[in-house]
């Protein structure tokens, strides 16, 4: 028999080789979206850049043309500012264990001033008040005295009209009743004359109280002999006004232009005056308003001082715990961003091993060279005849 061929080797399946640059990629663009670091840079910015990033890094950099480079760059920059997020979160976390104490008594003496400000601003406040309600008062009175002001300057437009009617009528009543009654007490008529003269005393402005009943108590008596010297002094008084009266009527008659003139003008300044006490009450009320406010925000700000005094000790103990994060995180975004990034940044292409050639078969042995075949078996021996019986 022909002996049989040697079996050739089973062929090797081919290595499928692993993603390892992917995941790296990912890492940089996860980092680049992350919305909990806080930089300049627009979260649509830094999605473009993700996405455009991730494109740029893929090729070997022996493959990236102008733009891809320029958009590694610009990864790279942005990847820094992230980086500069958490070693400023570092640097504050060390900085407040460093000066836990500088801070605390920083806000002990910020607290005395608050609380000292506040005393002052209530003391302010009593003042303002003090000054809006003077100059709520002075306005009042200016509107009085402009409206008294006003009045003046509407009669001296009549007033000479007007003077000259009351200085005819107070003559009349000096002539026919107060001078013959006082020459003679039983006049004609005396009754109706002392009416007509006690109605005309009453109209007058400037004829006192207590003489509007004194004089006619002294013409009344029947006989001038009667009259004692109150009575006289009575009627003199009467006589001096009734003259003046005369005297002033013709005057404001005479100089009536100017009086309204001057009357006018009196009315302009009283306004202008009853304005400008208008604008201080204004002024000192709201200056009164905003020193309410001020001392609102003060107390505001006492209260501030007062917790952050209060969380202080617990901000120190919770600051090496933050501190060791800070630090973690720093050293996670190194591991898991920066060197990821680095690694596909300087990244240049890797060739393929050459496939070696697979060994040739080996060649079955000639049918000369094969090993001699199995000898063939010895002939069975022959069995004796058997004894014939």
């Avoid at 999605?47 to 893929?58: D, F, H, P, T, Y």
């Avoid at 009045?151 to 107070?170: C, G, I, L």
């Avoid at 002094?233 to 009536?256: H, R």
């Avoid at 000898?375 to 021996?381: G, I, L, N, S």
Wanted: net charge negative; proline share 4%.
């Amino acid at each position: 028999m022909k002996a049989a061929a040697a079996k050739a080797p089973a062929a090797k399946k081919p290595k499928v080789a692993k993603d390892t640059l992917g995941p790296k990629i990912a890492k940089v663009t996860d980092a680049l979206t992350d919305d909990k670091f806080e930089i300049d840079t627009p979260m649509d910015v830094r999605e473009m850049l993700a996405s455009c990033g991730e494109i740029a890094l893929k090729e070997a950099i022996e493959h990236r043309h102008e733009y891809q480079v320029r958009m590694v760059e610009i990864v790279e920059d942005t990847l820094k500012k992230l980086r500069a997020t958490l070693e400023n979160s570092l640097a504050e976390q060390k900085e407040f264990g460093a000066n836990s104490e500088n801070v605390k008594a920083q806000h002990e003496v910020d607290l005395a001033k608050t609380q000292e400000a506040i005393e002052a601003k209530k003391t302010e406040i009593a003042q303002r008040l003090d000054t809006k309600n003077s100059d709520a008062d002075a306005y009042g009175k200016a509107i009085d005295v402009n409206m008294e002001a006003a009045n003046a300057a509407e009669k001296a437009d009549t007033a000479k009209e007007r003077m000259t009617v009351e200085k005819d009528q107070a003559l009349t009543i000096y002539n026919e009743c107060f001078l013959p009654l006082k020459e003679d007490p039983n006049v004609d008529g005396n009754a109706k004359l002392l009416s007509r003269l006690e109605k005309h005393i009453e109209s007058m402005d400037v004829v006192d109280e207590s003489l509007t009943m004194a004089a006619p108590n002294a013409l009344v008596k029947k006989d001038i002999a009667e009259r004692g010297v109150f009575d006289n002094m009575a009627l003199t008084s009467l006589d001096s006004i009734f003259k003046k009266f005369d005297a002033d009527a013709q005057y404001t008659i005479d100089n009536s232009d100017a009086l309204a003139a001057a009357a006018q003008k009196k009315k302009a300044d009283t306004e202008a005056a009853m304005h400008a006490a208008e604008e201080k009450k204004k002024a000192s009320n709201e200056a009164w308003q905003n020193a309410k406010k001020e001392l609102q925000e003060l107390q505001k700000t006492a209260k501030e001082h007062e917790k952050a005094l209060k969380g202080h000790d617990k901000r120190v103990a919770e600051i090496e715990t933050e501190t060791k994060k800070a630090e973690s995180d720093l050293e996670e975004f190194d591991m898991f961003v920066m060197d990821p990034f680095n690694f596909a940044k300087e990244r240049t292409e890797v060739k393929p091993p050459e496939e070696e050639e697979p060994p040739a078969e080996e060649e079955a042995p000639a049918e000369e060279d094969a090993a001699p075949a199995e000898e063939a078996a010895p002939a069975e021996a022959e069995m004796p005849p058997a004894a014939e019986a």
